[in-house]
């Protein structure tokens, strides 16, 4: 009886044991596949929106919307709703962007519910929430497409629900280094609350644009800070000056914004790529209730060395600890992580140069923000949490499948070692960063402020190299600018 006991545990053991390498396969082919259509979307929308053919790629991807997982479903609608804006199919854009905007509002009202599956797999298999300026941009070009058609009222609700998220990043408690606000879209506020006579929420916003910019990675355009400082000065808010340290680099007449009492054209130009997400390989040692190890390398090859302290230990570990049982403090680990890195993309697009009436007055673009840098603080803010995640994960992983090894004995040792090597690779390839992005974005937007009489206009806008030679241009023969109003005009250059 206890031969036939033993051998029934045994084969409930092995049949417990095939599952777990099941499910291992199971997840590997699923990443595996993940990963090749992640790279098929950046083929195909890279390819596309570097010509110009933003409609075609809408309808590339919706006949292939297989590209896009089941938990990818705010990047589709993001994707969508970009390729539209630069189409210039703003109300198509809305639709999109605002179905986007109901899926990140779902996934942050509802707790993460994948977070254990994550922590055995990756993280790919949790719902893609958005980097944090990504949930902002979404906000943003909502708004430039009621801009866009003059639905002024409807673009300063989506300025008020974006200060909801800014809202939300100050309750985090590590704020140091993390993207926490934004000077571009705290200034565009500022823009289109003057188009509504909101003088004092415009003045608001200016000074939150320049407060943000000051906090961030981006300099403080010379252009916002000039303008910043007039209206304050007029205004009479020297608290405001003294607070932000404001300093004029330029005469009053100078300054874009300043006096457009009859009427103001907004140029908004997107220029270049945005970069992607690539792997960058962890390797080091982990110390249970210790501390974590280890170098990965940069995109451009630079190493970077990193040690912090290891996950705490469980309550029950420290209990053995007190009564001076055997426990897994002390045990080393070798790790090899797979961690998010931005790989930066050329871009032909540097600027923009702006000509009124055939050359009248000729103005150029100033950066307001640079999504390079701000993917680039996105990670790097993240670098702990996402190497403690991955450390855990690899443990995890590692003592499933030690017990699984363990189990699954076979008659003959080649068996064995056919079973323990193929457990091993599907756990290799488990691991996975997380490089899911909106790669469609923008490397830049770039904006000017021309002053304008009421009258019909005409406008040139020439896409210029780092060079300063024009390769590619866009004119509006009829603009038409009434008395105190301000028209915004839109052009893609994402070479």
Not at 35 to 55: E, K, M, N, V
Request: hydrophobic share 40%; charged share 25%; proline share 3%.
């Amino acid at each position: 009886m206890q031969n036939k006991s033993s051998s029934n545990c045994r084969q409930s053991g092995n049949r417990l044991a095939g599952l777990n390498a099941f499910a291992l396969a199971a997840s590997v082919i699923f990443l595996l596949l993940s990963c090749s259509l992640s790279l098929q979307r950046i083929d195909l929308l890279s390819q596309a929106t570097s010509q110009g053919l933003f409609l075609k790629a809408a309808a590339d991807i919706k006949k292939n919307e297989t590209l896009y997982g089941s938990n990818d479903r705010l990047l589709y609608f993001m994707d969508q709703g970009l390729l539209f804006h630069y189409a210039g199919d703003y109300q198509s854009s809305l639709e999109n962007l605002e179905k986007a905007e109901d899926v990140a509002a779902e996934l942050y009202a509802r707790s993460v519910t994948n977070e254990a599956a994550s922590l055995l797999i990756n993280d790919l298999v949790r719902p893609y929430r958005g980097r944090r300026h990504e949930r902002v941009l979404l906000h943003q070009f909502i708004a430039f497409n009621y801009m866009a058609n003059n639905q002024y009222d409807e673009a300063l609700v989506e300025t008020r629900k974006v200060q909801l998220v800014f809202d939300a990043f100050s309750s985090d408690s590590e704020l140091a280094h993390k993207y926490q606000d934004d000077g571009m879209s705290h200034y565009i506020s500022s823009i289109v609350y003057e188009t509504q006579r909101e003088t004092d929420n415009a003045l608001i916003s200016i000074f939150k644009s320049v407060s943000a910019y000051q906090k961030s990675p981006l300099k403080v355009p010379d252009a916002v800070n000039n303008l910043a400082y007039y209206r304050f000065k007029r205004n009479g808010r020297e608290e405001d000056l003294r607070l932000l340290n404001l300093a004029p680099t330029t005469s009053q007449d100078e300054v874009e914004g300043l006096n457009s009492k009859d009427g103001e054209i907004i140029f908004i130009g997107y220029a270049g790529k945005s970069p992607v997400i690539k792997e960058a390989i962890f390797s080091g040692t982990y110390v249970v209730g210790g501390f974590i190890s280890g170098t990965y390398h940069k995109a451009g090859g630079e190493p970077v060395r990193i040690i912090l302290p290891a996950p705490p230990l469980p309550t029950s570990e420290f209990e053995k600890l007190e009564n001076k049982e055997k426990t897994k403090a002390g045990t080393t680990f070798h790790l090899k992580l797979a961690l998010p890195e931005a790989v930066r993309r050329p871009s032909e697009t540097k600027s923009f140069r702006i000509l009124l009436d055939s050359g009248q007055q000729e103005h150029n673009s100033m950066v307001l923000t640079d999504t390079d840098l701000l993917i680039e603080q996105d990670i790097d803010s993240n670098r702990t949490l996402d190497l403690t995640r991955a450390a855990i994960r690899v443990v995890l992983r590692m003592l499933t499948t030690q017990y699984t090894k363990a189990q699954l004995e076979e008659e003959t040792p080649l068996e064995n070692i056919l079973i323990s090597t193929g457990i091993d690779l599907l756990t290799d390839q488990l691991e996975r960063a997380d490089t899911r992005l909106c790669f469609i974005l923008p490397k830049t937007i770039q904006l000017a402020r021309i002053p304008v009489k009421p009258a019909k206009h005409r406008i040139e806008v020439f896409a210029l190299n780092s060079s300063g030679n024009v390769i590619g241009k866009k004119v509006w023969e009829n603009v038409i600018v009434r008395q105190g109003e301000k028209k915004f005009l839109f052009y893609p250059s994402l070479m």
